[in-house]
């Protein structure tokens, strides 16, 4: 079945580390994006990609970087520059602005 | 600024009973319209989409929505409530101004009680 994975679900960061979060999509999509939820603010997007080799900042870039090598995989590091790292990110891919998203399941970021 | 509203935190509903989600929103041009559904811990998950056509769309699990252009309203209905339909719903607004970009609001947990 086609569909997006994000891993790991779970994953703790200590204070001044660097992590990634994976996002890979076997659905074909051009576009990708990665979203940052917090509780009673919707979503809002950290960056988004409609091609290989391109990105785009979205509305909360800071501290945050990505990659597109491949059209099946958007990667998410979250940099110590990030000093509110705890939240709930999603991964998600499009194929054209008339079919809505396709969402990975989710990973909780969690600084210790 | 482009925006999305849902103006309710949360809608209490009796099973059985009727159910509306409310949103509105504030973009330009003729845009496209979306609702989604999150359970805990869980990604978003796709019920429904406007684009074009007829005002009350259909959509996934009995839900349906109505979209009113001179009111810029997108609410999300079903005609009777189950315990099972209890989660997070999101409005999301897609502006037809070209690129991918989504806006979507706050989202509105719904509670259906038995």
Same mark, same amino acid.
């Given at each position: 079945d086609g569909g997006i994975t994000q891993s790991p679900k779970y994953l703790f960061r200590k204070e001044g580390q660097n992590v990634t979060l994976s996002c890979e999509q076997?659905?074909?999509?051009d576009a990708m994006y990665w979203y940052r939820q917090d509780p009673g603010q919707g979503l809002r997007l950290i960056y988004y990609s409609q091609i290989v080799n391109d990105f785009q900042k979205g509305d909360i870039a800071e501290g945050y970087s990505v990659s597109r090598e491949k059209k099946e995989s958007f990667p998410l590091t979250v940099t110590?520059?990030?000093?509110?790292?705890t939240a709930f990110y999603l991964c998600a891919s499009s194929?054209?602005?008339?079919h809505g998203y396709t969402f990975g399941s989710g990973t909780r970021l969690t600084v210790v | 600024a482009q925006s999305v509203a849902q103006p309710e935190d949360q809608v209490n509903v009796a099973e059985g009973n009727p159910l509306t989600v409310k949103c509105t929103y504030s973009v330009s041009g003729n845009p496209y319209l979306f609702w989604y559904v999150q359970y805990p811990n869980r990604g978003l998950q796709f019920l429904l989409k406007y684009? !074009?056509?007829?005002?009350l769309v259909k959509g996934s699990y009995g839900f349906e929505a109505e979209f009113n252009k001179s009111q810029t309203s997108f609410h999300l209905k079903k005609p009777s409530a189950l315990v099972s339909d209890s989660a997070l719903y999101f409005c999301a607004v897609r502006p037809d !101004?070209?690129?991918f970009k989504t806006i979507f609001g706050a989202g509105t947990r719904l509670f259906v009680k038995a």
């Open positions: 076997n659905l074909n999509h110590s520059a990030q000093k509110n790292p194929i054209n602005p008339g | 684009i !074009t056509g007829d005002n !101004t070209g690129g």
